[in-house]
């Protein structure tokens, strides 16, 4: 009986380090995330470290990415070399239709960070006088969910334009060359040109521009729930501190972009951090984008916008830390 008894007990313990031993097999060794001139909570949080202290005692590395717009932080989650994406929302909705496995999780700056630029002393007017002109953009990035809605606000189309498919920054350097006759410009690059050559923002919106969101991969949410709330406890800690320091703020920018002081205050002046929550406020905006695309014909008229959006939308992550 004793053998017996001793039998299980050794047995239960053996199982018991095994599962232990799991467990901790299953912590990843790294968290992958990226930086973004578009998110200047990201640039504190890379440049103060505040991710590796978090994680030091874990012995989890923290890997930093930069993504050059939405569409690269999108096509990195959906690869799943990203962890963690910095997105505008409705960006983040198309890829969503489109079968990307994310969850948006966090607010990181509510900006009017897109418009319509065009060359200081251009015959560009208005929307309508884009019509058969070619127009820099960078795909499914916010700066081209504002073009389809602007053309369409105009009763035009992406057909009716000829797209010049680039980069944020090659898309300013195409616009200021006269490649192009617009550029569907983002901040920092967009201020940057409006104070460095003139440019012109002929066109704004700031309501039609999208919330800047923090995105995680469905998977790593789903298997590290806790450290997905710590990244956001962190990320929270960055953008009051952001708050709180607006000239430190605006040197890490300056030091980020190589951008001049004039160019980033411009930037900061159209940024808003005054929270980090997600919820139904930003499902609203989002949703309202994602119909006009469909009213545009970029996105299948069938989908159900809302329950889209309210499905790729969870707060439980932020709400849990209590911030």
Do not use: C
Not at 99 to 126: C, H, M
Not at 129 to 145: C, E, F, N, S, W
Not at 290 to 311: P, R
């Amino acid at each position: 009986m004793t053998s017996t008894i001793t039998r299980r007990a050794l047995g239960g313990a053996a199982v018991g380090l095994l599962a232990a031993r799991t467990l901790r097999a299953a912590q990843p060794e790294e968290i992958r995330i990226d930086w973004a001139t578009y998110n200047p909570v990201s640039l504190i949080l890379k440049d103060q470290e505040l991710l590796e202290k978090e994680f030091a005692k874990d012995n989890i590395k923290i890997r930093w990415v930069m993504s050059a717009g939405s569409n690269k932080a999108l096509e990195f989650l959906n690869a799943g070399s990203l962890d963690f994406g910095s997105t505008a929302g409705a960006a983040a909705l198309i890829a969503k239709v489109n079968g990307n496995p994310l969850k948006s999780i966090y607010v990181f700056s509510r900006p009017e960070w897109t418009a319509l630029v065009t060359q200081k002393d251009s015959a560009i007017k208005t929307v309508a006088d884009l019509k058969g002109q070619r127009v820099a953009v960078t795909r499914g990035t916010d700066p081209h969910i504002f073009l389809v809605r602007a053309l369409a606000g105009a009763g035009l189309s992406e057909k009716d334009i000829k797209l010049v498919l680039l980069q944020h920054a090659d898309g300013r350097t195409a616009m200021e060359r006269g490649d192009v006759v617009a550029w569907a410009g983002l901040d920092p690059m967009m201020a940057a040109s409006e104070v460095e050559s003139g440019a012109r923002l002929f066109f704004r919106k700031p309501e039609a521009n999208t919330w800047g969101i923090l995105n995680v991969r469905e998977a790593f949410a789903a298997e590290n729930p806790a450290l997905v709330r710590r990244v956001l406890t962190v990320y929270e800690t960055a953008r009051k501190w952001a708050l709180a320091h607006p000239a430190e703020l605006k040197a890490a920018m300056m030091t980020a972009t190589k951008l001049s002081d004039a160019v980033i205050a411009r930037q900061i002046e159209r940024t808003d951090l005054s929270t980090g929550h997600i919820g139904a406020t930003q499902a609203a905006t989002i949703t309202e984008a994602g119909k006009a695309l469909q009213e545009a014909g970029v996105l299948d008229a069938s989908k159900d916008m809302a329950a889209i959006t309210h499905g790729m939308i969870d707060p439980s992550f932020i709400n849990a830390i209590g911030a």
